[in-house]
């Protein structure tokens, strides 16, 4: 494949100076910058053709080997031809990082478009998480519910969009990095050689700075605010549980990623309902004459009132199932099911004829708890045999 000349390339005569060619770069890096040309696939191509032309005409053992013998001699002699058809827009701005410089060419050459470029990695530094508790009622929980939260957060700067700048044109290349973001640092010692590789202390990672920071978030690319936020919640939530909302935290600085917002449920006490994982438990107190002759009452379930029937002769205690009325588990279609513990009422307070009436339950024999005893007694007592026998 047959290779234009470099000098053709840059637009530049054969005895162009070393500044001449930054100048000429420039242009052309400007003009096919991709970001600029994002229609145009042959505007990349040329913008590579110029950087590979930049690198050799910018270093004199390169450019004088290519005077003498064109671009074979740079197969040779200890030299490689550039090869930029696999490399990365971010590469070449690390690579040529020095004449990006505020120095050369006064901030930003692309006006924003570094800002693009640099985003394929990152641009800014990430916002943090931000956690928030909400409490849920057992009807909330029992069937999913949507909840509707102000957050005061660090929000996205609207004057500058985040970036921290007064205008587009307002950074410069760290100087710290050259605007590599990172630093290294190599260190010898008797088992070798140590490269430690650091996010740069100047612009912590960034790679830019800001000559001039926006008035109204002094150069964060955030501010303080409130946002209004909805979170679905599934049914059958627990205690404890929580929902990440991605990019729901507080904003990334100078465009950096938003953090994460993280909904912590907790279950608020219900005045009529305990819970036991899908299960609820209702405590029911009937009179004394309920529980020896039975009957119907009305109990608040998860879904209103319902009818659930007592049998005659039911002991404190006993546990009523209402199946189904319980909660719909996370990740399930079925649900749990309703108990209903029945209590009796004792009474404390006796009219005369009252305590007529309940003297003579005591003399029936049916009043009297001593034959279930018996019962249970000699149940235990063979228990007994069988342990000791
Ligand atoms: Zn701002
Ligand atoms: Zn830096």
Redo the contacts with the bound molecule.
Sequence with gaps: MSKRDYYEVLGVSKDASVEDIKRAYRKLAMKYHPDRNPDDPSASENFKEAAEAFDVLKDENKRARYDRFGHSGLHSGGFNEPDFQNVSFEDIFSRFGDIFGGDIFGGDMFGGGRGRARSQRSVGRPGNDLKINITLTIDEIAFGTEKTLKVKKSIK?T??N???AQSDADYMTCNTCSGMGEVRQVSRTMFGQFVNVQPCPTCYGEGRIIKNK?S??AG??R?KGEETVKVKIPSGVSNGNYITLRGQGNAGIRGGESGNLIVLLEEKEHPDFARDGNDIYHDLTISVADAILGTDVEVPTLKGKAKIKVESGTQPGKLLRMKGKGIIGLNSTVAGDQYVRVNVYIPTDLSSDDRKKVESLRLSKHFDPKSIETKEKSFFDKIKDVFHG
């Design positions: 700067c004057q500058c985040g970036s921290g926006c109204k978030c964060e690319g501010v």
